[in-house]
């Protein structure tokens, strides 16, 4: 089997993890859907990149993904939908009882809902096409807590949940459903994270790194993205047929402990 042609749609892929898995499928021939709220040149340019690059149809959907009827409509503005990857994603680190309401209704509105949304909408393509892959980029905090983390461990604990009832109610078609629970990722969101963390720990940002974030990072060493967009590869691969409903960890040994 090869995935050239096919299509995939990566939410929030205007940066970081999402961008990285959209050029690892486009390097492989699959045409890409590139997602985010906002709607600026430069967005659309990174889709005009990649097309240009790799010599596959590439655009970009402005959808927010706080909302239900904007996931809903990425699918359908993407045309098809072979490969649904549901990885935008926001942070807020605050204990629980200073933690904004709406920052608690945004993360599990963009970590968790949108992934129901996008997936509702695009198993009926994915079924009309008869193959279909589900990719969701969970987290470790999908399967472990850390203090300060409420809304985003809620929320990824909730998508490693529903991508088991995703992957049983596909499970006699050729469509499988899995999440990838990456550690640390030195992209704009850890960059961004390690300052409140030096904050709520009284530490320097350096200090930050080592002993807070990769602290439960037994490599020692961040995940790169072309890691994850390897393991998306693999996922989509036919040696991954029988793997559904499922979570794959790259954590460099966190989940072990
Ligand atoms: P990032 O900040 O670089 O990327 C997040 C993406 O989500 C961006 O493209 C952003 O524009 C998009 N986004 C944010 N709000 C959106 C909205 N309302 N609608 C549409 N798109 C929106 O961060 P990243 O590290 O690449 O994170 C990608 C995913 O990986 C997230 O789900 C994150 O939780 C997960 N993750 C990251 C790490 C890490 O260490 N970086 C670890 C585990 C899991």
């Not at 970590?111 to 990719?135: Q, Y």
């Not at 899995?178 to 200090?207: F, M, R, W």
Request: glycine share 8%; proline share 4%.
């Amino acid at each position: 089997m090869t995935l050239a042609g096919k299509t995939a749609v990566i939410t929030g892929s205007n940066s970081g993890i999402g961008l990285a898995i959209a050029r690892e499928l486009a390097k492989a021939g699959v045409n890409v859907v590139l997602n985010s709220f906002t709607d600026r040149a430069e967005d659309h340019a990174l889709a005009a990149d990649i097309a240009t690059e790799f010599g596959v149809k590439a655009k970009y959907v402005s959808a927010d993904m706080s909302k239900g009827d904007d996931c809903r409509r990425l699918i359908a503005d993407a045309g098809a939908c072979d490969i649904l990857i549901n990885n935008a994603g926001i942070q807020h680190v605050a204990p629980i009882e200073d933690f904004p309401a709406a920052k608690w209704d945004a993360i599990i509105a963009i970590n968790m809902s949108s992934a129901f949304h996008t997936t509702a909408a695009a198993l009926p393509v994915m079924r009309a096409a008869g193959w279909g892959r589900v990719i969701n980029i969970a987290s470790a905090h999908g399967l472990r807590a850390s203090p300060f983390k409420a809304a985003y461990v809620t929320a990824k604990h909730g998508v490693v949940g529903m991508t088991k009832v995703v992957g049983l109610e596909t499970a006699k078609e050729p469509i499988t459903a899995n999440a990838i629970c990456p550690g640390y990722v030195l992209t704009p969101l850890v960059e961004g994270q390690i300052p409140a963390t030096a904050k709520e720990y009284g530490i320097s940002e350096d200090e930050a790194i080592e002993k807070v974030i990769l602290a439960k990072q037994p490599s020692k060493e961040f995940v790169t993205v072309e890691q994850l967009g390897g393991i998306v590869m693999f996922l989509c691969s036919d040696a991954a047929a029988q793997i559904t409903g499922t979570s794959i960890a790259a954590d460099g040994g966190w989940t072990s402990q």
